[in-house]
């Protein structure tokens, strides 16, 4: 405390040997030296791209005519598959489950949703409307946390 920021100099230089052990300061190909960052990236990619982006041509593909008329999706189907969610759908959907079935990926059981099921839907409904109009950034998904607190009286 004394001392002020002597020990965040410290950290600092720590910081500093951390990222300078990760640098790569230089790719040797063959006889040749390369620095620039810029072409090392380029050379790295092109290395992996080489090795994994082999394409292979393909002797098996679906016929065009595979599916009849008939068996296709309808225009008005199509159209059933953009429609939003709605209260009543989710409702019927958490309502025909088994209040006792094994607990969601989430961990929460469906009991839980039930008993709590006035307090969930508004929000819910919403990102799952949000999520079928594309403007969900689905990166951000799996980075959601959700906190239940209990209430002391």
């Known amino acids: 405390m004394l001392k002020g920021d ?21 790719l040797r190909l063959d006889d040749q030296e390369i620095t620039n960052q810029g072409e090392m990236m380029q050379h790295v990619y092109q290395f992996y791209t080489g090795l994994m982006g ?3 041509e393909r002797t098996f593909s679906l016929a065009l005519d595979l599916c ?7 225009e008005d189907e199509n159209r059933a598959l953009d429609l939003p969610f709605t209260y009543e759908g989710l409702d019927e959907v958490l309502m025909s489950m088994k209040p ?13 949703f039930k008993k709590f ?22 990166a951000r998904l799996n980075v959601g946390i959700i906190s239940l607190i209990p209430k002391d009286d």
């Open 6 to 26: 002597s020990g965040t100099a410290f950290f600092h230089a720590v910081a500093n040997v951390r990222r300078m052990k990760c640098l790569i300061p230089c």
């Open 54 to 56: 082999s394409v292979e």
């Open 68 to 74: 009849g008329e008939d068996s296709r999706i309808s």
């Open 117 to 138: 099921w006035g307090i969930l839907k508004g929000p819910i409904l919403q990102i799952l409307n949000v999520f079928i109009l594309g403007r969900v950034d689905i």
């Open 100 to 112: 006792d079935s094994a607990p969601r990926p989430d961990g929460l059981p469906v009991l839980f």
